[in-house]
């Protein structure tokens, strides 16, 4: 691995910078790659299978994912769209890097085609379905602000609040 990279420190839920709307990505640099390697290396180390940029308080439409066994196989978006999803949802049990220890059911779209910019700047589309499908949707969520947790019932969302700046308040200690 690059010595150069860095770990990044990922915002914990119920941070308000992670409800902040990102902005496209103008130009694909050697900015842009360095922020790509930071962020692999930050999800591979958080063992999580994907990141948002949103989670690391960088508020520009980039997302990394490797939803591979062997953590091989990154995928890099830059600027998502969405451009078709399936007619069919499925709930999923999801979990969070940025809400650790919580996991949940959320409905989601079964398959999505998603048109993004890859690290070199090019323009590709990928078809998803199953786990990798369900991580775009999530992260994508992430670049408009919204986390998970959200699409939870107001009780639960609370408890989780609460649970959460309690592990805090014990973390700062
Ligand atoms: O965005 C993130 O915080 C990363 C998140 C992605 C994700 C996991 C599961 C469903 C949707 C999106 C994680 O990597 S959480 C940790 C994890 O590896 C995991 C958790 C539950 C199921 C599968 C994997
Ligand atoms: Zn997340």
Request: with cysteine; net charge negative; aromatic share 4%.
């Amino acid at each position: 691995m690059n010595q150069d990279m860095a770990l990044l420190s990922i915002l914990c839920y119920p941070d308000p910078r992670l409800h902040t709307v990102a902005k496209p990505v103008a130009v694909v640099d050697a900015r842009m790659q360095t922020l790509v390697a930071d962020m692999l290396e930050t999800m591979y180390a958080a063992k999580g299978i994907g990141l948002a940029a949103t989670q690391v308080d960088i508020h520009e439409r980039l997302i990394v994912i490797d939803v591979s066994e062997e953590r091989d196989q990154a995928l890099v978006l830059i600027n998502p769209e969405l451009v078709w999803t399936s007619p069919t949802t499925h709930r999923n049990e999801e979990g969070c890097l940025s809400v650790p220890g919580i996991y949940d059911g959320v409905e989601r779209f079964d398959a999505v085609h998603v048109r993004a910019l890859d690290q070199h700047g090019q323009s590709r589309t990928l078809q998803a379905e199953a786990l990798l499908s369900v991580c775009i949707q999530h992260e994508m969520d992430h670049l408009m602000g919204k986390v998970f947790v959200e699409y939870l019932s107001p009780l639960k969302r609370n408890r989780i609040k609460t649970k959460m700046r309690k592990a805090q308040r014990e973390d700062a200690r």
